[in-house]
């Protein structure tokens, strides 16, 4: 089993930084694709970002330029840096990892960000 653990949720003001950590523990024999995702009240979960083992990364249009998604594969450690944070980014924040072939989420960390 595979467990995987947020931290660095809270909030900000607009305009604002956060950093999100999600790490991975437990029988990991290969760690491959990790993301962030986040879902809104009412809406699907979507992706915000994504890295490859080897450090290819994906952005959804809306945090393109504002997000970076960074990996430590020795400490299995998926980072979200969130510069200019904007009122609509407020919402749950879930990490995924595919870890021996299976997908699996993390249990979720709040951003919310005053305007």
């Known amino acids: 089993q595979v467990q995987l653990v947020e931290s660095g949720g809270g909030l900000v003001q607009a305009g604002g930084s956060l950093r999100l950590s999600c790490a991975a523990s437990g029988s990991i024999f290969s760690l491959n694709v990790m993301g962030w995702y986040r879902q809104a009240p009412g809406k699907q979960r979507e992706l915000v970002a994504s890295i490859t083992r080897g450090g290819s990364t994906n952005y959804a249009d809306s945090v393109k330029g504002r997000f970076t998604i960074s990996r430590d594969n020795a400490k299995n450690t998926v980072y979200l840096q969130m510069n200019s944070l904007k009122p609509e980014d407020t919402t749950v924040y879930y990490c995924?990892?595919?870890?021996?072939?299976?997908?699996?989420w993390g249990q979720g960390t709040q951003v919310t960000v005053s305007s």
């Open positions: 995924r990892a595919f870890a021996n072939a299976y997908a699996y």
